[in-house]
């Protein structure tokens, strides 16, 4: 994550590739062109961030940053917005935090933490305050830029390199069971699936999770970000790549991206605010966060690649109760299949005899019965009518038929 390369004299360089903008090597043609998507983030978050780097959400939606220029792991509740105060934050000397990167959870949420000066810090759940770790290991010389457990293995991205070490690593620095060595230089890394992501200069690459030493990587995508900006690397459950760059845009490649393949889609530009991008998260429900180095904050946007929502299918199981002399008559129903992608918020019964409306009633979207008196109804046929209503509209009518003796 580019901005952040610690100096001797305690100063941030801003990575090894110069000016941002200027430079920017021209990828070679793709293989289909991009989305290029600019949208507006559903909410941005302020609140004791300084320099935020890697980001990462727990089970119950909390979102955990790196805050290098405060050197803090700030925790937000999942439904923070604006300058609101962090649910927790771990910082002060007892921590050993310095310069921190990354951020990730094994199994049993205990958080590790890359630290700038290549440690790895681990704290038990829930910690908060000027807290010391309970654990710590060493990764040899130079910056511990980027970690992700999987399988119980830790993984931690070095300059030209990751390691990977056991549950109980120890030391400093702690022995490794697997390096791969032989990367240009990067600041990210994302385990998914038999997959390891990371970016390698220009390239994003893919490694077999048991590759060692100087491994062939099984795909590598050639200029996939401008520069040597990658500065977070994620998946989400389909197993598309997502990468932020430090010159403000997120990039999407298909999970067998490779050689000159371009990116599905790329988010960026002025509406999105997006600038200075360092770690990203994709969140349940396929909605984005990705932080913001210089301004201090995090950004949340929606999915994109939710399909437009569209109108519900056609209720199912539709079904009259009760006799044909029954005073009350039951129309219960279940929801449609699908609810279009968007929330049902109402459903519509109608009740006929040939053209004669003689119920016409609306209910929420989470009622699935409606009780009709005997009085309301004609003597003979009677059709009831019920069909979902969500964002779009209706969706097509189910109807039933009833006979009714007075």
Same mark, same amino acid.
């Given at each position: 994550?580019?901005?952040?390369?610690?100096?001797?004299?305690?100063?941030?360089?801003?990575?090894?590739?110069?000016?941002?903008?200027?430079?920017?090597?021209?990828?070679?043609?793709?293989?289909?062109?991009?989305?290029?998507?600019?949208?507006?983030?559903?909410?941005?978050? !302020?609140?004791?961030?300084?320099?935020?780097?890697?980001?990462?959400?727990?089970?119950? /939606?909390?979102?955990?940053?790196?805050?290098?220029?405060?050197?803090?792991?700030?925790?937000?509740?999942?439904?923070?917005?604006?300058?609101?105060?962090?649910?927790?934050?771990?910082?002060?000397?007892?921590?050993?935090?310095?310069?921190?990167?990354?951020?990730?959870?094994?199994?049993?949420?205990?958080?590790?933490?890359?630290?700038?000066?290549?440690?790895?810090?681990?704290?038990?759940?829930?910690?908060?305050?000027?807290?010391?770790?309970?654990?710590?290991?060493?990764?040899?010389?130079?910056?511990?830029?980027?970690?992700?457990?999987?399988? /119980?293995?830790?993984?931690?991205?070095?300059?030209?390199?990751?390691?990977?070490?056991?549950?109980?690593?120890?030391?400093?620095?702690?022995?490794?069971? #697997?390096?791969?060595?032989?990367?240009?230089?990067?600041?990210?890394?994302?385990?998914?699936?038999?997959?390891?992501?990371?970016?390698?200069?220009?390239?994003? #690459?893919?490694?077999?999770?048991?590759?060692? /030493?100087?491994?062939?990587?099984?795909?590598?995508?050639?200029?996939?970000?401008?520069?040597?900006?990658?500065?977070?690397?994620?998946?989400?459950?389909?197993?598309?790549?997502?990468?932020?760059?430090?010159?403000?845009?997120?990039?999407?490649?298909?999970?067998?991206?490779?050689?000159?393949?371009?990116?599905?889609?790329?988010?960026?530009?002025?509406?999105?605010?997006?600038?200075? !991008?360092?770690?990203?998260?994709?969140?349940?429900?396929?909605?984005?966060?990705?932080?913001?180095?210089?301004?201090?904050?995090?950004?949340?946007?929606?999915?994109?690649?939710?399909?437009?929502?569209?109108?519900? /299918?056609?209720?199912?199981?539709?079904?009259?109760?009760?006799?044909?002399?029954?005073?009350?008559?039951?129309?219960?129903?279940?929801?449609?299949?699908?609810?279009?992608?968007?929330?049902?918020? !109402?459903?519509?019964?109608?009740?006929?005899?040939?053209?004669?409306?003689?119920?016409?009633?609306?209910?929420?979207?989470?009622?699935?019965?409606?009780?009709?008196?005997?009085?309301?109804?004609?003597?003979?046929?009677?059709?009831?009518?019920?069909?979902?209503?969500?964002?779009?509209?209706?969706?097509?009518?189910?109807?039933?038929?009833?006979?009714?003796?007075?």
């Amino acid at each position: 994550m580019t901005p952040l390369a610690r100096t001797s004299s305690r100063t941030l360089a801003l990575g090894t590739t110069g000016a941002l903008v200027a430079g920017l090597i021209a990828a070679a043609a793709p293989a289909h062109a991009a989305v290029n998507v600019d949208v507006p983030p559903t909410k941005t978050i !302020s609140g004791e961030l300084s320099g935020p780097i890697g980001i990462e959400d727990d089970a119950a /939606g909390n979102i955990y940053l790196a805050s290098q220029l405060n050197n803090a792991i700030v925790v937000h509740r999942k439904n923070a917005s604006g300058a609101s105060a962090p649910l927790r934050r771990i910082s002060g000397p007892a921590t050993q935090l310095s310069f921190p990167r990354d951020v990730a959870f094994d199994t049993n949420r205990f958080l590790y933490v890359a630290n700038g000066n290549g440690l790895v810090l681990v704290f038990p759940p829930n910690a908060n305050g000027n807290v010391a770790p309970i654990r710590t290991f060493g990764t040899g010389a130079g910056t511990s830029y980027a970690i992700d457990i999987a399988g /119980g293995e830790i993984y931690v991205r070095k300059a030209t390199s990751y390691h990977v070490y056991s549950p109980a690593a120890a030391g400093s620095p702690a022995p490794t069971e #697997r390096t791969v060595s032989g990367l240009g230089f990067g600041q990210a890394l994302k385990v998914f699936g038999t997959k390891v992501w990371v970016p390698s200069g220009t390239q994003l #690459r893919a490694y077999s999770r048991s590759a060692d /030493g100087a491994a062939t990587p099984i795909q590598a995508v050639n200029n996939a970000l401008p520069a040597a900006e990658i500065n977070g690397v994620d998946a989400d459950p389909s197993g598309r790549v997502f990468v932020s760059a430090f010159n403000g845009t997120v990039r999407v490649f298909s999970p067998s991206a490779d050689g000159n393949d371009g990116p599905l889609k790329v988010l960026g530009g002025p509406a999105s605010g997006l600038n200075s !991008s360092t770690g990203i998260e994709v969140l349940s429900g396929g909605a984005i966060a990705v932080a913001n180095y210089f301004d201090s904050r995090y950004s949340v946007f929606p999915d994109l690649f939710k399909k437009p929502a569209t109108k519900p /299918g056609k209720v199912r199981a539709l079904k009259v109760g009760g006799k044909q002399k029954s005073k009350v008559r039951k129309v219960s129903w279940k929801a449609p299949a699908s609810n279009g992608g968007a929330k049902i918020t !109402s459903y519509r019964i109608v009740v006929k005899k040939g053209s004669k409306v003689l119920v016409k009633r609306t209910v929420s979207g989470s009622k699935r019965a409606l009780v009709v008196k005997r009085s309301k109804l004609r003597n003979g046929v009677n059709t009831v009518y019920v069909h979902a209503k969500n964002s779009k509209g209706y969706g097509k009518v189910a109807k039933k038929s009833f006979r009714v003796r007075k």
